[in-house]
């Protein structure tokens, strides 16, 4: 699978970005597109995942609230809308796949690129 993130930007405490990851040659192990944010000096952490087929969703409890995925199987892309960002949102956002949902980078398969995230107070 290859997955390639855009969207990030800079951004207001309060404000929203939307991210994208577009999804190409999906594969049975690939049941599951994830959202991971790496901050400076801070190990990766799980944002939230979406289930390709199902379309069942996952989040971290830090997110719950503000953040929505959402997957288009037609236009291939899994979609972040990230609402009332906080300046400790501030990050690198990658997507990942995995075969099973995950809530930790252990068991993520493929990474896209990153997209920066930076929110001003």
């Known amino acids: 699978v290859q997955l390639q993130a855009s969207g990030g930007g800079l951004v207001q405490t309060g404000g929203s970005l939307r991210l994208s990851c577009a999804v190409s040659g999906l594969t049975t192990s690939d049941n599951v597109i994830n959202w991971f944010r790496q901050a400076q000096g801070k190990e990766r952490e799980f944002v939230a995942g979406v289930r390709w087929r199902e379309g069942t969703k996952t989040y971290a409890d830090s997110v719950k609230g503000r953040f929505t995925i959402s997957r288009d199987a037609a236009r291939m892309t899994v979609n972040l809308q990230m609402n009332s960002l906080k300046p400790g949102d501030t990050a690198n956002y990658y997507c990942?796949?995995?075969?099973?949902?995950?809530?930790?980078?252990?068991?993520?398969?493929?990474w896209g690129q990153g997209t920066q995230v930076i929110v001003s107070s």
């Open positions: 990942a796949s995995s075969a099973q949902v995950i809530t930790t980078a252990v068991g993520a398969g493929s």
